[in-house]
């Protein structure tokens, strides 16, 4: 038995932890039901043992794993997890706020598109080789039919090839077994479309150097992506995808920057408007196609952030509020707001718009840097000051006391990139991610993938996963208030957010009983 003084501060320590943790994004309920409680112990001990069992021995070509690991090297031992498999997996997780419509949709999927599409071609300057083939970045794109080379085309590897181009189903097939035939061609053209971990963590391993080999895979794919027939399929497969992994709800950013999009002759460029028109039609079309399967709770709906890149002039800027402006008018119901988007470092200062930003719903990327008063970092001042309605990564915020109490005051909420943040240098891992910090604040919070194509972390499970094994604290139910938070802070009106929520709060039940009824 502890002696009186002992005892009066073990009691003294637990009020400290407890005032301490009252501050935390989980702690705003206090009527957790008997399931989620229990179904919150149920998780605890599997972490607990699968912190053991899983990460406390080697792996093959993962030698000294840990929770929270560099995510392109776990991604192998975490799918082989219970706790992934069983239960993150398998939650219901709200809305994704924050991702890329030009990043949404699986590498190996698309890769699959281009190859079923006659009028999706691919050249490279020269043939390729053993020497040539990590260097050089194929063009792929669809071509008009006038425009398509003789039946007997030689294939890229070829050494009678000039660089003109080739169907990209008949260089698969004709690639050259000594670079491994059509498994090597898709080997090749999917490093292309994503960051592998030699990128990360050899070749590009600075923030700097990362967004090099991120932005060459946006030229490698947007090509293929901007085309109509495949841009529609691509959409649904988007949707399909996010449903499957248990999200109802996208906020998914649009790129205006390019003005056109290319019509199924591969040679029209029709109008930006027309791929509004597509996101509108596709999103119907799927809300009917759950609704028919009587899954209606599933999918609420998406809505598109407009965005334009940092580089623009503030006159392109004024054009380009003008045309979301405009597009708002016309749909209503599928513009969300309007952001900057690009590589903060070394981009334009969001202060350089302010003469320009007035009277739009502004949802800002601010502070995804590791600077500590660069002009990145001061984004995080001018996006709250321009009244973003939310924060895009937000990284910075944990060095600025006066912008949490903001942001915790005026409920801007921040999506959180979790691997996003660690594939593009800006973390080591998970552990030494600034997250608790934000959360501890009693900010609010909805986690993300951002560009989940190029880092292969599809859906929220992966991101979700990350955050609850990095942290002895958080558990499920931080995660459920995290998709809470989702439809809280999204862009609906009113009475779909209350739709959306009793729809999840209906899903998130049947989960947890599911959870507390397993044995850990």
């Not at 149920?42 to 794993?65: F, G, L, M, Q, Y």
């Not at 077994?177 to 391993?205: E, H, M, Q």
């Not at 920057?257 to 930006?272: G, P, S, V």
């Not at 998970?430 to 604040?441: C, R």
Request: charged share 25%; with cysteine.
């Amino acid at each position: 038995m502890p002696s009186p003084m002992l005892a009066d501060y073990l009691q003294r320590r637990d009020e400290l932890i407890a005032e301490d943790r009252a501050l935390r994004i989980d702690h705003v309920r206090a009527n957790y039901s008997v399931a989620e409680l229990k179904a919150d112990e149920v998780v605890r001990t599997i972490r607990a043992k699968e912190e053991v069992s899983v990460w406390a021995v080697d792996h093959e070509n993962v030698p000294h794993p840990y929770p929270g690991m560099e995510f392109l090297h776990a991604k192998e031992i975490i799918v082989k997890t219970d706790l992934y498999s069983k239960i993150v997996s398998k939650m219901p997780k709200g809305g994704l706020l924050h991702l890329h419509q030009n990043a949404s949709v699986e590498a190996r999927t698309l890769l699959d598109l281009a190859l079923g599409h006659p009028a999706i071609h691919i050249c490279v300057p020269s043939p390729l080789d053993a020497a040539s083939l990590e260097a050089v970045l194929p063009k792929i794109q669809p071509i008009p039919v006038e425009q398509y080379p003789a039946a007997d085309a030689i294939g890229i590897t070829d050494l009678l090839y000039t660089g003109g181009w080739v169907p990209i189903k008949k260089a698969r097939e004709l690639f050259d077994p000594a670079l491994g035939g059509p498994a090597g061609f898709d080997k090749w053209v999917l490093s292309a479309f994503v960051i592998n971990p030699s990128d990360a963590f050899k070749t590009y391993n600075t923030p700097i150097k990362i967004w090099l080999k991120f932005g060459s895979t946006f030229a490698v794919t947007d090509p293929i992506i901007r085309f109509v027939p495949i841009q529609k399929e691509y959409l649904r497969m988007c949707i399909r995808s996010s449903i499957d992994d248990g999200i109802s709800y996208i906020e998914i950013r649009t790129s205006f920057f390019n003005k056109y999009i290319l019509a199924e002759d591969a040679k029209t460029k029709l109008e930006i408007r027309e791929l509004l028109l597509i996101i509108q039609e596709v999103t119907n079309e799927m809300k009917a196609e759950m609704k028919a399967k009587g899954r209606e709770d599933d999918f609420a709906g998406l809505k598109i952030i407009y965005n334009t890149l940092r580089i623009i002039s503030p006159e392109e800027l004024e054009a380009e509020l003008d045309q979301c402006s405009r597009f708002k008018q016309e749909f209503p119901d599928l513009i969300a707001g309007f952001d900057l988007v690009g590589h903060e470092d070394g981009a334009e200062a969001t202060s350089a718009f302010r003469g320009a930003a007035s009277g739009h719903p502004f949802i800002f990327h601010a502070g995804e840097t590791l600077g500590d008063g660069t002009a990145a970092d001061m984004n995080l001042y001018d996006a709250i000051l321009l009244g973003t309605k939310r924060i895009g990564h937000g990284l910075s915020l944990a060095k600025h006391p006066k912008l949490m109490q903001i942001c915790r005051e005026k409920k801007i909420a921040i999506e959180v990139c979790p691997i996003s943040n660690e594939v593009l240098r800006l973390t080591s891992s998970m552990p030494m991610h600034p997250l608790p910090i934000i959360m501890n604040q009693g900010i609010p919070v909805v986690l993300s993938s951002d560009d989940p194509a190029m880092f292969n972390n599809m859906g929220l499970s992966f991101d979700f996963f990350q955050v609850l094994v990095a942290s002895e604290v958080t558990g499920l139910l931080t995660l459920g208030q995290m998709a809470r938070d989702s439809i809280t802070y999204s862009m609906l009106d009113e009475r779909s957010k209350r739709m959306a929520m009793d729809a999840w709060e209906r899903r998130w039940t049947k989960f947890v009983e599911e959870v507390a009824a397993m044995s850990p």
